[in-house]
């Protein structure tokens, strides 16, 4: 059985998340459709799968509160791992549950919080009548054992990658699979927005917007702020971008088939919101070459500090690992790495468009008398 402590250190990094995670807003938003409406349960539960600090959470939870009769009670518990910044979790929750103008209506909104990784049960019984996880179910329980070669090119890396992380990411998404049957009532939902690979059928690939920093990484190797060895490790994050056909065959496992029926099962190509801007700026700027490189820098230190925020943790995990625990260059680190990738960026004129592929999945959980 795994326990906390074998589990990966996973934590966005503090309070910056919530603010610069705007690409996991936008696929967020691209999933609401998705979500049930509950107008006439006066007695409601919802998991929040791997909440983080909770900025992305309120829209959907919103959303489904407002759905509600007059009456009804309502129970949230946001759940990540013991390691997540749950200071800044309630007090976004604090500010962005609407108990007063619900308390108007008659509605009890009850928050719990739960510092358990979801690959554990995270309550006792199937009671939850809806469980959502936004941008998280890519993570791994466990960093794999494997070597890869991080001077690859970085498609050749993300294709070793890949393969070497996919027995674990299948693994790991059976279990997460049957771990919610168990928590999710008979005919409850699940709803989900995965970080993924392109399906088979589409030309553009994800573009998370890695390859600049990533060259900065290995000039800060030259530089002697890094050492190759700790370059070797930033390469294993512990994440798995799945294929369509990675999930598809996951929900077709003949257990998982007898627990969950599959409402829905989309793939959705989602642009960084920074992108969608830069274009409005640059397209306002005409020929102003000097309005433009400016708006190509508001660009580039968008997505730079999206992905700092929510990849740095562990970076400086990494390097604390290396140079011991009471090594303190962590924000210098990281404020040098975004400077120079922003710099990078910015020099070499780089407008590739940040957009990421991810599955949109929806559950209903089969009841036993269907399962018959
Ligand atoms: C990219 S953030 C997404 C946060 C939030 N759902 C959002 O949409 O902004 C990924 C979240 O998954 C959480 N996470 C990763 N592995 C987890 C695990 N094993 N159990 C629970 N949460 C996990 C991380 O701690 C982090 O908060």
Known sequence: MSSEKEQTRIAMRDRLYNEYSWLQCAAMQAGLALLPRYSDDRSLMIIDYGCGQGANSLQPLNLVLESVPDGATVEILFEDTPFNDFSTLAKTLGRGIPYSSLAKRDVTVFLKMVPTGFYNPIIPQPKADLGISWTSMNYLESQPNVTLNPAATP???????????????????????????????????????????????????????????????????????????????????????????????????????ALWAVESLESKLVVHPAW?????????????????????????RAVTLNLVSASGWFWLEVLKHHRGPSWNGGDAFLEELTELSIREWVESSDESKVEIWYIYLKLKRLSEETQK
């Open 155 to 257: 498609a050749d890396f993300l294709a070793a990658k890949h393969e070497a992380f996919a027995a674990a990411a299948q693994k790991d998404l059976i279990k997460f699979l049957k771990l919610r049957a168990n928590e999710i009532r008979d005919g409850g939902y699940f709803v989900a927005a995965i970080g993924s690979q392109k399906p088979k059928s589409e030309v553009v690939p994800s573009n998370p917007g890695f390859k600049l920093l990533q060259s900065v990484l290995v000039q800060m190797v030259g530089k002697g702020s890094l050492t190759y060895g700790e370059l070797t490790q930033f390469a294993l994050f512990p994440s798995h971008e799945r294929t369509p056909e990675e999930l598809q065959e996951a929900l077709q496992v003949p257990e998982i088939e």
């Open 276 to 300: 969608l801007e830069y274009q409005e700026t640059i397209e306002l700027a005409g020929t102003d070459e000097v309005k433009k490189k400016t708006a190509l820098e508001v660009y580039a």
